[in-house]
DNA sequence: ACGAGGTCCTGCGAGC
DNA sequence: TGCTCGCAGGACCTCG
């Protein structure tokens, strides 16, 4: 699913299409993806209702309305927000979900393969509850390495699961973690709590290095990630670990090993740069 | 509290 | 060719 640098990529590019715009004729084609709102409140809710802005927290879009409500979509695995300003193809409109008019010929299309996403409309309150359970923001102006090891060190789990862990930082998923980990020569299967504080350190860079050059790259395109105007994203090209099994280490040459030990996800790296006290 | 594993979904590629 | 199986950018839940 997109990750942070992928619904970072979305929202900066749907931003300017969506402040200001007015929702009409709202449509919902799969009830499954609400939570804790119903169909009828959700369609009556943008009908007519005005886009005040557009923003990114964790993985998620967050989308505020004129009446203070935010629709909250989690796009999971396979779940892309695209602004269409022509009509869609029969591919196109195969697998949407939430599609909305937002004026002249364009429109605001949820499509979700898996039907993983999520669709949440928050009250003010509501929301504060829901982002309170959310981890700091790894790419925050006031984020430091110390917070971010205070954050994660507290943990027995291996530092990938942690480092994927929504609680304890937002925002890092399985492609992120696995080049974080090889950038910083970590073993994913290290315990959080026994890393030393220049390990911390060097996590803390990688991690931020990998989200910021993933944002420029627009993100990470493995199957079905679009930005918010249907374009793949580039990052898959300089990935140095996730998806090169077998291949050779870009450091040493090593052939890259997988495996699913941690956490049951894929976990790619280098046994001879990321050993045991590398 | 922890780890393991199942669950929600559909599609795709590998292997037989 | 046509099947079954395992796996896929995630998160939530239950069980022991």
Redesign the pocket.
Known sequence: ???LP?VETIVRELRPHLTGQTLSHPRLYHT?VLRRVSRERLLRTLRNNRIADVSRR??HIVIELGTSERLVI?P???GSLVVYERRLSADERRYAVLQVRLGTGTQLVFRD????GTIWLLSPSAWERYTRRIGPEPLAAGFSAARFAAQLRP???AIKKVL?D?QRLAGV???YANEALFRARIDPSRPADRLSDAEYRRLFRTVRAVLREAIAADG??????RTGTGKTGSYQFVLRVYGREGQPCTRCRTALLTT?SID???TTFCWRCQGKDA
Do not use: F
């Open positions: 699913m997109p990750e992928e499954d964790a993985k989690q999971r695995m396979t393969v898996r039907r993983l943990s027995r789990q994927m929504q998923g399985n492609i990470t395109t493995v199957r079905d990630y699913h049951g996800r894929a």
